[in-house]
């Protein structure tokens, strides 16, 4: 997604959960809301976490106002 914040590969963003991260990702770059959903779902193969932790509830884990949110690629093997 660095096409989309000039290079960065760290941004800033306010939100009370990812779904408001999104939001407000969208808003300072336009276009990474469709990378990142499908139909209002995270898009298949992507995973999220706040501080370190696997965000169980998805859009409606909540985040922190220092909070550490990353969108990563879903591991999969065998």
């Known amino acids: 997604m660095r096409d989309l914040t000039a290079g960065r590969d ?5 939100g009370a959960t990812i ?10 770059y336009p276009g990474i809301k469709d ?4 139909r209002g ?3 298949p193969g ?10 169980l509830r998805i859009l ?3 985040v922190g106002g220092e909070s ?4 990563l690629p879903v591991m999969a093997g065998g």
């Open 10 to 14: 760290c941004v800033r963003a306010r």
């Open 19 to 28: 779904a408001g991260v999104i939001d407000e990702l969208e808003t300072a």
């Open 35 to 38: 990378r990142l959903l499908v």
């Open 41 to 43: 779902r995270l898009a």
């Open 46 to 55: 992507l995973m999220v976490t706040v501080d370190g932790q696997r965000a």
């Open 60 to 62: 409606e884990e909540p």
């Open 68 to 71: 550490e949110v990353r969108f």
